[in-house]
């Protein structure tokens, strides 16, 4: 049994699952209160201790177990009972390949800060996405309702046409780092790049202003593919039912979309699942496009260089180790931030907007994305040489 | 090699386990107190008039084939991608040709009327 | 199945063209309402839904029906006015308006400049509070929340107005038959001044967030559009009509109380859809506040004064009075008891409500109560058309379109 492997998986699972999903219900509470010009959620305590409201999460767990567990008549109680369990499961297992931390030297040992290390690890994620859509249809095929059924519809369109837009999104940023492996793309995204490079190529930053040469920027995905990061973050909202793409459950039109009849955990399996699909989003973005785990500036080798005579070699990397994963959660605690404002001031769409965005919009330009990246690499490449 | 996808299977038994564990106590702990009408599925206050089992518009099929399509075509974007430095002049003049089938066929969709709604 | 239904079957199997038509599916008929999250005020969408588009739609009102016109016949007419509150749960004042203004035309009454430069007052404010519930309301149906409550903050504004105005926020009971309940209390024109620039600047926040959003527009424009021939056909009125470009306003048209003397504008839409209906509500509240700050400035102009007719039929004498004088007991005893006697004869009057024109149809046979109550509600007549707006739709267009069709289940059941 490889237990570095089980105590890593169960970091992600710890931090990610029992921690920070609780507390994104609560910045969700809270992050609307302050827009809106609210106190937000204050009341459950605990021997009169308030916690500026941080213990509605346990009262919300505890309150929805203790509910009463109602199948509706004529639902496949089966698939009413397996639904919620895929759309959680779903959630949960994405943690696995995204990666946290780089790879530390211990002495002999080497350990890098990723559950499962695998070489397709974007498409693991695209896999799990898609069989997260099974736990939505189903829930709303099996409460035998029609504005369950209506949700459930929804739900399965929307997810399967922005699963194609999600993947060809990315597809400059395969090409950018030349890998699909999670743990790869962070690797290489730990490095800086003169802004005008490719242009000094060409000769036409002769016309610009000198300074502006000189520029250097981290090797981030979103520097590297500023449209691939708008597109895949449209697209991966998308694909999770995010506001304002939440129109499977969109309340005021079809009441609860395809949970309607759940009640209870039930229900609260699709709300965990929810917020943990806001980590993963979020955790997926700084991955790709946000550097990961890297400080900007700051390359592991020059960190541990400048720490390894202080502290000697163990010490050093452990210190990087643990500036690492606050780097990286800080940035997903931004990722998740910026969700929030999206979804409390955004209108919701309309369903055919919503499609027209993907097909229409999304789609072509995704894949002009493609080449234009191609084009710009291949060029770069020609000339440098 | 397989050691790699340890990770996945932990992760996924831990899911398994705390979901599994909150739906299994939900469904002994809560009070049973049942009759018709909380039965019924939610109608807005009124009876069903017609199943939610029926045969359902078309639309929605004519996207999940849409999707199988391009979902299909989308896979081979990805190892392209992926091996794209390697591949190199030659690899990309491959890919417009086999991209241009497809824009064509979304465009036939598009003055088909297939993505509107 | 029946025969011939079966025969189109079998011939759209067999006929040359069968790849250009549609493959069968059935249409969805769904209940949405009563108690549904979209349809706030009680009412029933009965919709043929094919897909996400609607084929059919059928509205069913009524589930608030309290039998309001019948109540008022068993009462005195001042017995009325509380029913009347129930009405618009926003705009009471203006109910209470329109039906004192009929008794008032009855019993042919002149009420004071002091006592109509308040009732203007007093309806702006009601008209201020719907508008801001109607867009807050539409917005947070798109799922648009922040920009909800700013309104509803701005509303509360209004209702604390409100509250000094007349004692009440909701259910007012404020104007009375030949007057108001009492004159202003003093310091209202420097809370409602500083109210006022709250309330901008809170219209100025929902603007921001929510005006200019594209998603926003996108769901608004050109959705729940009908031309002016059958809004006019229907008999809409207030916004909804405005927006479709007929400056039709009572309080322009046929002024009644002191709306001649003031300055204001009419917001007039173009299309008709439903972001003009917004922009026409947004700009209609502006102009209110401009009224609001006008009504203050004569008020403080014209100085102290009466706010009640002195007229005994329907006055109370004073306390003191009641006390010492004979004459004034039986007085205040008969009125308390038996109400006014409102002359023998018929009246309609009108007042531009929130929604639209709002009318009140009285007929007395020169009892102290009355024998008809007719209320032309607004939004019954506002709410016939949308079946016509909506066909043709997605399902989501009921959303905004019934936002600002802005049914109130009081008003239109009755």
């Known amino acids: 049994m490889p237990w570095d492997v089980v105590a890593k998986s169960l970091f992600i699972l710890v931090v990610a699952v029992a921690a920070l999903a609780p507390v994104v219900t609560w910045v969700e509470r809270k992050q609307s209160a302050v827009m809106q010009d609210r106190i937000g959620a204050n009341r459950a305590d605990l021997f009169g201790i308030r916690l500026l409201g941080l213990l509605h999460p346990a009262a919300d767990v505890l309150k929805l177990i203790f509910k009463e567990d109602v199948v509706p008549i004529g639902a496949n109680r089966v698939m009413h009972l397996v639904a919620p369990l895929i759309a959680a499961v779903a959630a949960i297992i994405s943690f696995a390949v995204i990666p946290y931390g780089a790879t530390y030297q211990f002495g002999d040992s080497t350990v890098n800060l990723v559950a499962a290390d695998i070489d397709w690890g974007l498409l693991y994620i695209f896999a799990v996405g898609s069989l997260a859509a099974y736990g939505t249809i189903l829930a709303g095929w099996a409460s035998n309702s029609n504005w369950s059924l209506l949700g459930g519809i929804r739900a399965s369109a929307q997810m399967i046409s922005y699963e194609v837009t999600m993947g060809l999104s990315v597809v400059g940023v395969f090409m950018v780092f030349g890998t699909l492996k999670l743990t790869d793309m962070a690797f290489a995204q730990d490095a800086t790049f003169r802004l005008l490079g490719f242009l000094e190529v060409f000769g036409v930053v002769d016309h610009l202003p000198r300074w502006l040469a000189w520029i250097q920027l981290p090797m981030w995905g979103v520097f590297l593919q500023p449209l691939g990061f708008i597109m895949f973050l449209t697209a991966i909202m998308a694909e999770n039912k995010r506001p304002p793409f939440d129109i499977p459950e969109g309340e005021s039109e079809i009441v609860a979309g395809y949970h309607t009849e759940y009640s209870g955990m039930r229900f609260g399996l699709f709300f965990m699942a929810e917020f943990i699909e806001v980590i993963v989003i979020a955790g997926l973005m700084t991955a790709i496009f946000l550097g990961g785990w890297s400080i900007p500036y700051l390359p592991q080798e020059r960190i541990i260089g400048a720490l390894e005579p202080l502290f000697g070699s163990g010490m050093a990397n452990l210190l990087c180790m643990v500036a690492h994963v606050s780097t990286f959660l800080l940035k997903v605690v931004f990722m998740i931030w910026f969700q929030m404002v999206l979804r409390w001031t955004q209108p919701r769409f309309r369903y055919d907007q919503m499609m027209d965005l993907c097909w229409k919009i999304l789609l072509p330009l995704s894949i002009a994305n493609a080449f234009v990246t191609g084009t710009i690499i291949l060029l770069v490449r020609s000339y440098g040489s | 090699m397989l050691a790699e996808y340890s990770g996945v299977l932990i992760t996924l038994v831990v899911a398994l386990i705390i979901a599994g564990a909150l739906l299994t106590i939900h469904v002994f702990v809560g009070p049973k107190r049942r009759f018709q009408e909380k039965l019924e599925p939610f109608e807005c206050g009124e009876r069903q008039i017609v199943s939610p089992r029926q045969r359902f518009a078309v639309k929605f099929y004519l996207v999940a084939i849409l999707f199988v399509v391009f979902d299909v075509e989308a896979l081979f974007f990805y190892p392209w991608g992926a091996l794209f430095g390697e591949l190199g002049w030659h690899g990309y003049w491959a890919m417009v040709v086999f991209t241009i089938p497809l824009v064509v066929g979304l465009l036939y969709e598009w003055m088909k009327g297939a993505l509107e709604w | 199945m029946a025969e011939d239904q079966w025969l189109t079957y079998r011939e759209r199997e067999t006929s040359d063209d069968d790849f250009d038509r549609d493959l069968h599916t059935e249409h969805q008929i769904l209940n949405m309402g009563p108690s549904h999250p ?97 867009c807050g309301a539409a917005c947070l149906e798109l799922a648009a929340m922040t920009p909800f409550l700013y309104g509803i903050q701005a509303r509360e504004l209004t209702w604390d107005l409100t509250e000094a105005l007349c004692g009440a926020r909701v259910t007012t009971n404020y104007i009375r038959i030949g007057g108001v309940k009492h004159d202003m209390p003093a310091g209202f024109p420097e809370q409602c001044r500083d109210h006022i620039a709250r309330i901008r600047e809170l219209l100025k926040d929902f603007d921001a967030v929510i005006t200019a959003n594209r998603i926003f527009i996108d769901r608004m424009r050109g959705t729940g559009v009908l031309d002016k021939e059958r809004l006019i056909a229907f008999g809409v009125t207030g916004p909804l009509l405005r927006a479709a470009g007929v400056p039709l306003d009572v309080r322009k048209d046929e002024p009644y109380l002191t709306y001649a003397e003031l300055d204001f504008d009419v917001p007039v839409g173009e299309v008709g859809d439903n972001y003009d209906r917004y922009l026409v509500c947004v700009e209609e509240m502006h102009q209110s506040l401009r009224i609001i700050e006008q009504c203050l400035e004569r008020l403080e102009k014209l100085g102290p004064g009466p706010v009640n007719v002195l007229d005994p039929r329907v006055r109370w004498p004073a306390k003191g009075r009641v006390f010492n004088h004979m004459e004034e007991l039986i007085q205040q005893f008969k009125a308390v008891t038996e109400g006014p006697m409102v002359p023998a004869g018929e009246a309609y009057s009108v007042v531009e409500s929130a929604n639209g024109e709002l009318g009140f149809y009285l007929v007395s046979d020169g009892s102290a109560v009355p024998v008809k109550v007719r209320c032309r509600p607004p939004s019954l007549l506002n709410l016939q058309p949308m079946p016509e707006m909506l066909k043709g739709c997605l399902l989501a267009d009921i959303i905004p379109t019934f936002d600002f069709v802005n049914m109130i289940g009081g008003e239109c059941d009755r």
Not at chain 3, 70 to 81: M, N
Not at chain 3, 89 to 95: K, V
Not at chain 3, 98 to 104: A, I, K, M, S
Request: charge should be negative; proline fraction near 2%.
């Open chain 3, 38 to 134: 979209a349809t706030h005020g009680t009412v029933k969408f009965l919709i043929e839904l094919d897909g996400e588009s609607i084929v059919d739609l059928d509205i069913q009102v009524g589930y608030l029906h309290r039998g309001f016109e019948k109540e008022c016949e068993s009462g005195s007419w001042y017995q009325c006015i509380p029913y009347t509150d129930r009405l618009n749960y926003n705009s009471a004042i203006l109910a209470n308006l329109g039906f004192c203004l009929g008794v008032e035309k009855l019993l042919g009454l002149e009420t004071p400049e002091r006592c109509q430069w308040q009732r203007v007052m007093g309806s702006e404010l009601s008209r201020l509070a719907d508008h801001l519930t109607r």
